[in-house]
């Protein structure tokens, strides 16, 4: 079983930065494939970002060239940073882990285990 905790989350001014971290505790392999997604009130939950096992990214249009994201595989954190925030970033941010080393997707029933979120709010 898979424990997904992430913190980092907090109110911001437009344009400004946030670094999100997903603290991963468990029996899955650091290997596999971690994302970061986020739900705004009244919408569905969105794909962010992406790494594979080997750690190739991938990013939704709306977050890319500001968004960067990496992982510490040593010791099984994924991170996000967010760089040039936005109003319409304001979401809860939540990471989630699919047990594959290929990613393929922002589907999000794809990912088997997810963390309680954390959230942020940019203002402009």
């Known amino acids: 079983q898979e424990q997904l905790a992430e913190s980092g989350g907090g109110s911001v001014q437009a344009g400004g930065s946030l670094r999100l971290s997903c603290a991963a505790s468990?029996?899955?392999?650091?290997?596999?494939?971690m994302g970061w997604f986020r739900q705004a009130p009244g919408k569905g939950r969105e794909g962010v970002a992406r790494?594979?096992?080997?750690?190739?990214?991938t990013y939704a249009d709306s977050v890319k060239g500001r968004f960067t994201i990496f992982k510490d595989k040593v010791k099984n954190i994924l991170y996000l940073q967010m760089n040039g925030l936005k109003p319409d970033d304001t979401a809860m941010y939540y990471c989630?882990?699919?047990?594959?080393?290929?990613?393929?997707?922002?589907?999000?029933?794809?990912?088997?285990?997810w963390g309680q979120g954390t959230q942020v709010t940019v203002s402009s």
């Open positions: 790494i594979t096992g080997t750690g190739a990214t």
């Open positions: 989630a882990v699919r047990e594959a080393s290929l990613c393929g997707s922002f589907i999000p029933v794809m990912y088997k285990y």
């Open positions: 468990g029996s899955t392999p650091s290997i596999n494939c």
